[in-house]
């Protein structure tokens, strides 16, 4: 019998005949040291790098439950939303500040983020908790005056449970998962809470176990990326299957399918289904199906590389959005 494929023993051989993956990255040799060159490597630079402005576009998300309503038309709900947005983007570069302050010991013995400029040393880890601290404190303050209380409680609570995380809940097996998950879903819901829009059991439950997908898929490309050498890095790696990975987003791929499917072909207050919101079941299974493509491949590890470069997965989305459009319209 086969043995069980695990993070602290050698990566899964590939299958025989199987061409090489063009998508994944080379292993890195060893961390590299020194500060990067140009703008990266001035503390401007530092810090831009270090709030992650390609993770950014999650926080789209705030528009999920506005857009599944169809209240996007008027301009009162368009500035409320770019309000969260930028609370939220607030609420996470602090996150980002604490958490690269916390760990730059560590990062400096990973291949990869002992690059980021805190660990390099293009931040001073003192300043990096300061304004780390300041942004938490700013984004919270901010959405108690200028928002209303349900959506200033549920920001309070997201950088709450991010700074648990950063602390000692990202160490807690399956825990860890579902902190991230949770922090997806509460981006979905923060747009439904801030306009007053109610969020449906299938909404809810389609953006759990979708985040879900995304954030297994994404620690399952780390292992297969990483191997042995992550359990250095990211300790609770070694705890984790790569087998069990695989189930976990797996399920949750076809949790949130079911979810949008039992939507999409139900009756709302006993009217007839929208032949549109019924098609938009395809590019939703199309795209969940490519993107488990590049999960098998062990190159989602940055799902906002996957979602902005492929191509193919793009065109499926705007359809599935064009689709989606017209079923709120009522076509």
Not at 247 to 266: H, K, T
């Amino acid at each position: 019998m086969a043995e069980r494929s695990t993070l602290t023993g050698s990566p899964a051989p590939q299958p025989p005949g199987r061409p090489a993956d063009p998508h994944r990255l080379a292993p890195t040799a060893g961390p590299t040291t020194g500060r990067p060159h140009g703008f990266a490597g001035t503390l401007p630079g530092g810090l831009l790098l270090t709030v992650r402005p390609r993770q950014w576009v999650k926080n789209l998300l705030v528009v999920a439950a506005p857009a599944a309503a169809g209240k996007l038309a008027a301009v009162h709900t368009v500035l409320e939303l770019v309000l969260v947005f930028a609370l939220f983007t607030a609420a996470a570069s602090a996150v980002y500040l604490l958490n690269d302050a916390r760990d730059a010991e560590a990062d400096r013995a990973h291949p990869d983020k002992c690059r980021r400029p805190v660990a390099a040393g293009t931040v001073p880890v003192p300043l990096a908790y300061i304004l780390g601290s300041l942004l938490a404190l700013a984004s919270g303050v901010a959405a108690a005056l200028l928002c209303n209380a349900a959506t200033a409680a549920l920001l309070a609570a997201y950088v709450a449970m991010q700074i648990a995380y950063c602390l000692r809940l990202k160490r807690v097996l399956v825990v860890d998962l579902a902190v991230v998950t949770a922090g997806f879903v509460m981006r979905a819901m923060s747009g439904g809470l801030a306009l007053g829009i109610p969020l449906s059991r299938w909404f809810l439950i389609t953006a759990g176990f979708g985040a879900l997908f995304m954030v297994a898929g994404k620690r399952y490309s780390e292992a297969l990326l990483m191997g042995e050498g992550e359990g250095e890095t990211r300790a609770l790696l070694r705890e984790y299957t790569v087998g069990y990975l695989r189930f976990v987003w797996q399920l949750a791929a076809g949790a949130a399918v079911l979810a949008y499917c039992l939507w999409a072909l139900g009756t709302d207050a006993g009217a007839g289904v929208s032949l549109c919101r019924q098609l938009s079941m395809v590019p939703l299974i199309l795209a969940v199906l490519r993107y488990a493509v590049f999960i098998d491949r062990g190159s989602a590890g940055s799902p906002e590389d996957v979602l902005l470069r492929d191509r193919p997965l793009a065109v499926t989305a705007v359809c599935w959005g064009l689709l989606y459009g017209l079923s709120v319209a009522g076509l």
